[in-house]
């Protein structure tokens, strides 16, 4: 089973709509959580950190549900600015993180 | 806001070639990490490196590669005999006392012929 699991999409979604992503974990003892959003050949770069209460950063939402290993994250009318790959990434608690293969979402005009 | 700044930008190398890629984190930063992407597929952690050497690394991190803090601000990863198979982009990223690695480097993109 692979450590961290997404759907690789592409979602392909008209501006203004909410989209969900979600990603299931396989390590019980992870202890944090992530979204980061990769552009085309660009870096990694932090989105969101996903907390068991649900946090919110404007108009993305995540939530973990550590019970189930199932992390979510959802953005609310889409802009075309959204459109990048959304990567699920877990820290098992040593140095490193694990990311998961990203989903890669399309919003158009 | 801080930046990880890595060089070169794009590096070609014949295989069997030595590479070095060169990255300067973040200057109060305590933790370096060296990741790599091969095209299409997923981020992958390569090393982990504080107070002067390698606190994990994984297994593809093998002796063919080697990382280094020469000065107080540079952390270069050497490959010493690269394959085909290594090229990749390859990103650093560092972090302070707390949180995750925050903040990735641009990446170098290897591209061994």
């Known amino acids: 089973r692979k450590e961290v699991e997404q759907d690789p999409g592409p979602f392909n979604v008209p501006e203004g709509a909410t989209v969900a992503f979600n990603c299931t974990y396989s390590?019980?003892?992870?202890?944090?959580f992530f979204w980061y959003r990769q552009d085309c050949r660009k870096e990694p770069k932090l989105l969101m950190s996903?907390?068991?209460s649900g946090n919110e950063d404007g108009r993305f939402t995540a939530q973990l549900n550590r019970a189930s290993q199932y992390i979510s994250l959802l953005i609310r009318d889409s802009k075309l600015s959204d459109s990048a790959t959304y990567l699920c990434?877990?820290?098992?608690?040593?140095?490193?993180?694990?990311f998961g293969t990203g989903t890669r979402l399309l919003v158009s005009p | 806001e801080p930046e990880v700044t890595q060089t070169p930008s794009h590096q070609v190398t014949q295989m069997g070639q030595e590479v070095i890629l060169r990255c300067v984190p973040i200057?109060?930063?305590?933790?370096f990490y060296w990741y790599r992407q091969i095209l299409g597929q997923k981020v992958e952690f390569l090393v982990s490196f504080y107070n002067n050497e390698i606190s994990e690394k994984s297994e593809i991190f093998d002796d063919q590669f080697s990382v280094e803090r020469p000065d107080g601000s540079n952390f270069t990863l050497k490959i010493r005999s690269t394959k085909l198979e290594d090229s990749a982009m390859y990103f650093c990223?560092?972090?302070?006392?707390?949180?995750?690695?925050?903040?990735f480097g641009p990446g170098t993109r290897l591209t061994v012929t």
């Open positions: 996903v907390y068991s």
């Open positions: 990223a560092s972090r302070g006392t707390q949180g995750p690695s925050k903040y």
């Open positions: 390590n019980s003892a992870s202890q944090s």
């Open positions: 990434v877990v820290n098992t608690g040593f140095q490193k993180l694990v």
């Open positions: 200057s109060n930063h305590l933790y």
